[in-house]
């Protein structure tokens, strides 16, 4: 296990977020010398918390998920297919530690909202929308079909539901592609694509679909509620002290993770059948994977998330100008050190057999983080409904699909998906609820237009790619 690695790799992503806000909570008087200790031991946790997990990602989650993608591929019943398509993404799910901050950030906000409820509704989401990814590449359908009629669902319902709604749904569908979950489904997704399909866009579009079935879960969710919260719960904070959030986090963290044991246990005894110590070091990365969520999530509740509220409240009412341009190399500072970013770059350049080279994707996935954020802030102090961005800006999504080579499509979706990681849900997030002040229907929607702008910009790049490719072969016949 490369623990050291890992350790440069999570350092990297969480100490430049860390640095900037430790200097403007002091420069705006946000933070005292004890709340910067407190904030000091809670970047450590997640720092430490992120790179555990991250190993037994590695070494015990991932190769698992491998070896039941490949078990349930070489399946010929489509039943076997769907049935553990459904139950992967509904356990994965309500593990990852994304989706569980961004449930607890919308329980503080509208506490009739459980955080059970929502994720049980947001992994239900994932593991029907899995399925369906699956059984597109299996019976051959275009991946632009597929996304063509689900974000037009989507956009037409988003005006029946309340804004609120509309703005968690968003979100809700970038934070299930976190660490733990893309693995997995790009596992499963391109070991079936491989047995089954030589196409090369038929290896993307399953963590792009994965994504759209927790919007419309959060939708439904708003049909049954249909009402918002009066105001955002922006100093909600959970009262509870060091220990008491660590022994809590232990619970709970056990308790998500549960389910996805006990599938990885049968899975030993009646598929898998590994030998005993190839067995064993794939459940220790299981355990170095709960210790490490027990201690991210102590870290984001204790003091992390706390204070990316109060710096973001204080930014907004100096100058909502200074918030977006903090904002916006915040989201720089979260795409350069995303590991789940430099895996998909380095699987496009491989797969496009170096044609779209990684460090194109990286500095365009750069921009339009960054261009996210700060227009997300701008949105959040400015007071302006979602639907304003997510309509239109999905819209010309859906229209520049058509004319984007197939390839680029499918790269697009899923670089939406990957670009909301940890960073987002833990300190992004809570940033733009403190910035939004009292209004509720303007604090969640970071993550929505995190997800929505890389793929914009991979659809321009792929229409400049096109336009290239099409010069070129002009200029060769001549």
Known sequence: ???????????????????????????????????????????????????????????????????????????????????????????????????????????????????????????????????????????????????????????????????????????????????????????????????????????????????????????????????????????????????????????STGAALLPLLAVCIIMQLFVMKLPFFQALKLFIGIFYAYIGLVLFSTGVEFSFSSVARQLGGALASSSPMLLAVVGGVLGACVVLAEPAIWVLTEQVEEVSGGRIKRMLMMVTLCIAVSAAVMLSLLRTTAGLSILYFVVPGYAIILLMMIFTPKLFSAIAFDSGGVATGPMSSAFLLPFAIGAAGGSADSAFGLIALIAMMPIFSIEILGLIFRHTVNKGSKGGAR
Do not use: W
């Open 1 to 251: 296990m490369d623990i050291l690695a890992k350790l440069r790799e999570v350092t990297l992503s969480v100490l430049p977020i860390a640095v900037i806000a430790s200097v403007l909570s002091f420069v705006t008087g946000v933070m005292s010398l004890p709340e910067f200790a407190a904030f000091a031991a809670s970047c450590v946790l997640v720092i430490l918390g992120l790179t555990l997990f991250l190993t037994g990602v590695d070494n015990g989650l991932l190769p698992i998920g491998n070896r039941i993608g490949s078990s349930i591929t070489r399946s010929r019943s489509l039943v076997v297919i769907i049935t553990v398509a459904v139950a992967l993404g509904f356990i994965i799910t309500i593990a990852e530690p994304d989706v569980k901050v961004l449930a607890g950030q919308i329980n503080q906000v509208n506490p009739s909202l459980g955080v059970t409820l929502l994720l049980v509704s947001i992994g239900a989401g994932v593991g029907i929308f899995l399925a369906l990814s699956l059984l597109r590449t299996i019976l051959h359908i275009p991946l632009k079909i597929i996304l063509m009629v689900s974000y037009l669902l989507v956009l037409v319902l988003a005006f029946v539901v309340p804004p609120f709604f509309v703005a968690i749904g968003f979100d809700a569908g970038g934070a299930t592609t976190g660490p733990m979950s893309v693995p997995f489904i790009m596992a499963l997704g391109m070991g079936l694509a491989r047995t089954r399909s030589r196409d090369e866009e038929s290896e993307f579009g399953y963590v792009a679909m994965s994504s759209i079935g927790p919007v419309l879960a959060v939708f439904i969710l708003g049909a049954i509620f249909s009402s918002s919260p009066a105001g955002a719960g922006a100093e909600g904070e959970h009262a509870m002290g060091f220990f008491s959030l660590l022994l809590e986090s232990f619970s």
